[in-house]
């Protein structure tokens, strides 16, 4: 199984640039996240979508935007970047109807904004 | 206040002690708790997840909940340098079958040496 996949694995971007997060999942998931990890401050929520058809803003959404495309698919952009969106980012997926769920994630986007 | 705390470390324990991770949440009403361990460059992988106030016994892990004090910890017995990583404490407020979002805390380094 693939579980959760991510593209691209590395970027580099320049400052103003747009580009988009690609994530998909083959688990059946209804709940899917972006999170950012940064060194020292763990992993933050940017969005996340509870179900196929929603999206919420998470801890840290200023500067991205999200679009749950189907139920397999959540997607990632940032409009105009700046060198403080350099970080990694994950995508994860989990099944919230499991009471013993956990969430699966993606190998992570190392993105560099120059 | 941060949602969820972490000690950020590094925690250092020689080989074969044990190492206690806790953790402290801000939202009463918080249901899910887990523990991730995440090696250094990779995606967190999930250790332990707790729902009920007591102990939680896995090999050498056992996860501690007490939802009066609002506290998550995780012991590992006989520590080994491959258990050398970041531990991630996440916490998932939501209501059962209701869908809802997964917060970290910041992590604790863990460092075992031989």
């Known amino acids: 199984n693939a579980g959760v996949t991510q593209t691209p694995k590395f970027q580099v971007l320049k400052t103003g640039q747009s580009m988009t997060l690609q994530c998909a999942q083959d688990m059946n998931h209804n709940s899917m996240y972006w999170y950012r990890q940064d060194p020292g401050m763990g992993l933050r929520l940017i969005y996340y979508?509870?179900?196929?058809?929603?999206?919420d803003k998470g801890e840290v959404p200023n500067g991205y935007n999200v679009s749950r495309l189907n139920k397999r698919e959540f997607s990632l952009r940032l409009e105009s970047a700046a060198p403080s969106q350099t970080s990694v980012y994950f995508c994860?997926?989990?099944?919230?109807?499991?009471?013993?769920?956990?969430?699966?994630f993606g190998q992570g986007t190392r993105l560099t904004v120059v | 206040q941060k949602e969820v705390e972490q000690n950020s470390g590094p925690l250092s324990v020689p080989e074969g002690a044990i190492a206690s991770l806790n953790c402290t949440y801000s939202d009463r009403v918080s249901q899910s708790f887990f523990w991730y361990r995440q090696y250094s460059g990779k995606s967190p992988e999930l250790i332990m997840s707790i729902y009920s106030n007591g102990d939680k016994e896995d090999g050498r892990f056992t996860a501690q909940l007490n939802k009066a004090s609002q506290y998550v910890s995780l012991l590992i017995r006989d520590s080994q340098p491959s258990d050398s990583a970041t531990y991630l404490c996440a916490v998932n407020p939501m209501i059962y079958n209701q869908g809802g979002k997964l917060i970290f805390g910041q992590g604790t380094e863990l460092s075992v040496k031989p």
């Open positions: 979508s509870a179900s196929e058809g929603t999206t």
């Open positions: 994860a997926s989990s099944d919230y109807r499991d009471p013993n769920t956990e969430a699966f």
